[in-house]
C-alpha cells in the first residue's frame, strides 16, 4: 500500500499489556464481495487511495494495515445486560484491528462485527448476518446525518456463507462489518477491573483514557473523578442527541456505552414515527426497558454502574455528586441539540428550556411526525410558508400547535440552518422507519438489488450535507 501523507497509524491500546485484550485470528471466509465502502471516512483517515484488491486485504482477510497492531485484538469487558450482570462478556464476534489518526488528530479505532470467534464468543458463531450488516450501515450514516454522535460504518463485506438464526429466516446471507469509532473502552471495560477489585488495572485504564480520549483533562490533580464528569456529560449528550433524533437503539446495556459518549453497536435499533415515550425496539424488550422514553434514564443507569466501578479512585461522596447532575445535563444538552436540528440560535436558556417544553408537549399530545415536523420548520418562523405547504400542515394550524408557534416566534436561523440547500426545497424529509429498512432488504434477499440500498445512502448524504455546519 503506497502511504499517503494523511495516514498516521497507533498501536496504543497494546501498551495497556495483556491483561487487557486476548490476540486473536480472524476466520477466513468463503467469498469476499464489497458491499459498502465508506470513502468519505477513508479520506479523512488516509485510507482513501487504496485500490479495491487492497481494500479486500485489509477488511476482508484483516491483513496488517501499514505501521498497525500485528495482530487483532479481542477485547475484555463486563457489562449489565438488561440490568443483569455478566461477567462471561468481550469481544465474542469482533475485535480492535487497528487504531489511527483522523485529520483532527483524533485517535480512532477500527474495529470489526463478524470476524470469527474468539475466546469470548461462548456459544456463538462468531459472525454476523448480511442483513445485520445492511441494518448498521443504515443507522450510521443516518445518525451521523442528523447529529449523533456515532461510530461510522467504514466496509461491509459480504462472505458467502449460510448463517442459522432464530430471529429472521434462515439460512442467511453473512457479512463482515468495520466500524469507525472514537475509542472502543466502554463502561463495561472499568466494571470488569471493578469486579476483580484491580485497582493499578482502573488507574491504569483511567490515564489511557484520559491522555488518548480526553487530553484537555491532563494535569487533573484528580483524574479519575475528572474522567467521571466528563463522560457524564458526553454521556448526556449523547442521550439528548437520540431523543431529537427520534432513535431508539433498543439495547443500551453497559457494555454498549462508550467511554467518550459515542453511540455504537446496533442491533434492534429503530426510529420512532413519531413521539412516543413507549416505543421499543427490540421484540424482547418485554418491560420496554430501553424504550424511546426511557433511554436517557437507561444511559445515567450505566453512568451510575461506572461511578461504582471508580469509587476506590473518587470516593462515594464525590461520585455521587457528578452523576446527580446527570439529568440537568440532558435537558441541558436536549435544547442544545433541538436548536442545533432546527438550525436555530439560542435566545437564553429560559426562552430555549420554554421552546423544548413547547416541542416536547407538541409533539406527544400531536402525534405529528416527528422527523417532518424538525423538517418543517428548520429555520424557526422563516420556515412559516414552507411549513403551510407540509403533508403536516394540518398539525400546525390546530390549536394544540400555538404555545409552540409562540415559543419560537422570537427565532431566527442560524447560517448553518442553510435553507437555501436543494434538501428543504423537497416537500418531505429523508427518514427512515421500520418499514423502508424492509423494503430495502427484501430487494437485496430477494433479487440480489442493491439500487434502493444505494439510492437511500445518496438521500441520506443529501441531508447531511444540509445540516453540516458551514466551514
Request: with cysteine.
Amino acid at each position: 500500500m503506497p502511504v499517503s501523507e494523511a495516514y498516521h497509524p497507533e498501536i496504543l491500546h497494546a501498551s495497556l499489556g495483556p491483561e487487557f485484550f486476548d490476540e486473536v485470528e480472524a476466520a477466513r471466509f468463503p467469498k469476499t464481495l464489497l458491499r459498502y465502502r465508506n470513502q468519505r471516512w477513508a479520506e479523512r483517515v488516509g485510507l482513501g487511495s487504496l485500490s479495491d484488491e487492497e481494500w479486500t486485504a485489509y477488511f476482508a482477510r484483516f491483513e496488517s494495515l501499514p505501521g498497525g497492531l500485528a495482530k487483532p485484538l479481542a477485547l475484555r469487558y463486563h457489562g449489565h445486560q438488561f440490568r443483569s450482570y455478566n461477567p462471561d462478556l468481550g469481544d465474542g464476534r469482533g475485535f480492535l484491528f487497528a487504531q489511527l489518526r483522523d485529520a483532527d488528530g483524533r485517535l480512532l479505532d477500527l474495529g470489526t462485527k463478524g470476524s470469527g470467534r474468539t475466546p469470548w464468543s461462548r456459544q456463538g458463531d462468531g459472525r454476523l448476518t448480511l442483513k445485520g450488516g445492511v441494518r448498521e450501515v443504515l443507522a450510521t450514516e443516518m445518525l451521523e446525518a442528523v447529529g449523533v454522535e456515532t461510530s461510522k460504518s467504514f466496509s461491509l463485506f459480504e462472505t458467502g456463507e449460510a448463517l442459522m438464526r432464530g430471529d429472521e429466516p434462515s439460512p442467511t446471507r453473512s457479512s463482515v462489518l468495520t466500524r469507525l469509532s472514537h475509542s472502543h473502552v466502554r463502561i463495561g471495560t472499568f466494571q470488569r477491573l471493578a469486579f476483580y477489585e484491580d485497582r493499578q488495572g482502573l488507574e491504569k485504564l483511567t490515564a489511557y483514557v484520559i491522555a488518548q480520549y480526553f487530553p484537555e483533562l491532563s494535569g487533573a490533580g484528580r483524574p479519575a473523578e475528572a474522567l467521571l464528569a466528563a463522560v457524564t456529560a458526553r454521556c448526556a449528550r449523547l442521550a439528548a442527541s437520540y431523543m431529537t433524533a427520534g432513535f431508539v437503539h433498543g439495547v443500551l446495556n453497559s457494555d454498549n456505552i462508550n467511554i467518550t459518549g459515542e453511540s455504537f453497536d446496533y442491533g434492534p435499533w429503530r426510529f420512532a414515527p413519531v413521539w412516543d415515550a413507549g416505543f421499543t425496539a427490540a421484540y424482547f424488550d418485554e418491560s420496554g426497558l430501553y424504550a424511546f422514553g426511557r433511554q436517557p434514564g437507561a444511559i445515567g443507569w450505566c453512568l451510575a454502574r461506572l461511578a461504582e466501578s471508580l469509587l476506590p479512585l473518587v470516593g462515594l461522596k464525590t461520585a455521587d455528586a457528578i452523576v446527580s447532575g446527570y439529568a440537568e445535563r440532558v435537558r441541558a444538552a436536549f435544547r442544545t441539540s433541538l436548536l442545533a436540528r432546527l438550525g436555530l440560535g439560542s435566545e437564553g436558556q429560559e426562552r430555549d428550556a420554554a421552546l423544548a417544553k413547547a416541542f416536547v408537549d407538541f409533539m406527544i399530545a400531536s402525534r405529528a411526525p416527528l422527523e417532518q415536523a424538525i423538517f418543517d420548520w428548520r429555520g424557526g418562523p422563516a420556515s412559516h410558508a414552507r411549513a403551510k405547504r407540509s403533508q403536516s400542515a394540518a398539525f400546525y394550524e390546530s390549536d394544540g400547535f400555538r404555545p409552540l408557534r409562540e415559543a419560537l416566534a422570537s427565532y431566527r436561523p442560524t447560517a448553518a440552518a442553510r435553507l437555501d440547500h436543494p434538501y428543504f426545497a423537497r416537500s418531505e424529509p429523508c427518514t427512515m422507519l421500520i418499514d423502508e429498512v424492509e423494503q430495502i432488504w427484501d430487494a437485496i434477499a430477494k433479487d440480489d438489488d442493491w439500487g434502493p440500498f444505494e439510492r437511500k445512502l445518496a438521500r441520506i448524504g443529501e441531508m447531511r450535507e444540509a445540516n453540516a455546519p458551514l466551514p
